[in-house]
């Protein structure tokens, strides 16, 4: 398998992007490897610049949630193209998204689009700051929310400590209100808001964990952070940014049955094109300008092209056994897989919810962030490698999520075990 025209893209594109990326993950660092450089893609196969095919299991880390070019997407994103791209003023498509959103997820009586996740989860932390007039924030060891400023924190010294900047270039003083926890570890969340009593605005989680591989939540932790909030009057915020319309229609927050007071969208809601979105109670999300005193804005927030591209997404999520489906294929292809770990002697733990499928190479479930560093990530890099090779596209890190989406034939799913059995044989 050919990859020159990759690497001549790579070495030009280091001349003038830092690291040749745009985004570091898409590095392949975490595999020890040069980028792919993607020419073009249809429906579950995705073709590199020296016109090798793959069957994409990254979709765009979460958005192609129907598949690459989707036919009715593009109708719909030409029209509104057709039409003129961005007039800075309100139209009928941003008002058709919110409501399809709002009737998909019931906690969410009024939202705010913007123009990526990142955005979202900075909107939503100042709303619930607004609210509350609180300034800290519990977050979770290994839950990503975007490259926001607080939130680049992760837990270096444990669950009890104040967060220590993650990145150059966040000072100090912008981490200390971020409090970090330990995911399914309610009592991580009590001691620290036992601790800064009356000064938490909002707990925000990943209610399905996706960015340090897929962690399962206990329904319990779930319940009793809902449980606490309300008793503190903290603001509990979910990220469904990857989770939401992924993992169900309705989101992380529908499968386990919680309502969260605010929800973070991204991803899926904008299926390719820059969109983000926060939302929740009506309360709290009429703080925002121009209803009230928290500011937040965009020039090209809820864009009219990537309206029309959501809609289009958003319709046929709809229909009857959409996520039954997906949910069916995610599993099969899991299952195949840990089998064939299984008969390697290689132990695998696979986790899945809805089109968002997980997988660890380690011999007990991981809970938490400290349990998924602990994994074996050489045989991650190795198994990755092999199915490169095997024409079979994965995301380069140990620590992130594989994708199905609903342009994944039986045959696909069959060609990925055949390709991950050979693989995992000689590994
Ligand atoms: C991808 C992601 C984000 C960030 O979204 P961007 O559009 O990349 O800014 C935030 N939260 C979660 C859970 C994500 O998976």
């Known amino acids: 398998m050919s990859r020159t025209k990759s690497v001549e893209l790579f070495e030009r594109s280091r001349l003038s992007i830092p690291g040749g990326v745009n985004s570091p993950v898409r590095a392949f660092k975490s595999v020890g490897m040069n980028p792919l450089f993607i020419q073009r893609a249809s429906g579950s196969k995705i073709h590199d610049a020296d016109g090798n095919e793959y069957i994409d299991y990254v979709g765009s880390w979460g958005p192609m949630i129907l598949g690459h070019a989707h036919p009715e997407v593009a109708g719909a994103v030409t029209e509104a193209i057709a039409q003129g791209t961005s007039f800075g003023a309100p139209t009928e498509r941003e008002v058709q998204l919110a409501e399809m959103v709002k009737a998909a997820v019931p906690s969410v009586d009024l939202l705010r689009f913007v123009n990526s996740g990142n955005e979202a989860s900075q909107g939503a932390l100042r709303v619930a700051r607004g609210f509350t007039g609180r300034d800290k924030i519990v977050k979770f060891e290994g839950c990503y929310h975007g490259s926001v400023d607080a939130l680049l924190v992760k837990a270096g010294s444990g669950a009890t400590t104040l967060g220590v900047p993650d990145s150059a270039g966040v000072p100090a003083s912008f981490v200390k209100t971020t409090l970090l926890a330990e995911f399914n570890n ?11 009593s009356g000064e938490v605005a909002a707990v925000l989680l990943e209610a399905i964990p996706g960015n340090m591989g897929v962690v399962a939540p206990e329904l319990a ?7 606490l909030c309300d008793r503190e009057g903290i603001v509990l915020i979910f990220d469904e940014v990857m989770t939401g319309f992924r993992v169900a229609l309705g989101g992380a927050q529908s499968l386990f049955e919680i309502t969260p007071d605010l929800s973070i969208f991204g991803k899926i809601i904008g299926a390719g094109f820059p969109v983000g979105a926060y939302g929740g109670r009506s309360d709290i999300m009429e703080q925002v300008a121009p209803l009230g005193p928290v500011y937040q804005a965009g020039t090209l927030s809820g864009n009219p092209v990537a309206m029309a591209a959501g809609i289009a997404t958003l319709g046929r999520l709809q229909e009857p056994d959409f996520y039954a489906v997906l949910a069916e294929r995610s ?15 290689i132990p695998m733990q696979v986790t899945v919810f809805g089109g968002m499928m997980g997988m660890f190479f380690s011999d007990k479930p991981v809970r938490n962030y400290q349990e998924a560093l602990a994994t074996d990530s050489d045989v991650f890099v190795r198994f990755f490698r092999g199915m490169l090779d095997a024409g079979i ?18 045959d696909d799913v069959a060609k990925t075990q055949d390709a991950a059995r050979k693989v995992l044989t000689n590994l």
């Open 186 to 196: 309610l009592q991580s969340v009590i001691d620290q808001i036992e601790e800064h």
């Open 393 to 410: 596209y994965l995301a380069p890190s140990p620590f992130e999520a594989l994708f199905m989406s609903s342009a994944h034939s039986d």
């Open 221 to 227: 932790f779930l319940q009793g952070l809902r449980s």
């Open 331 to 345: 599993r099969n292809l899991m299952e195949g897989l840990q089998s064939s770990a299984k008969e390697a002697g």
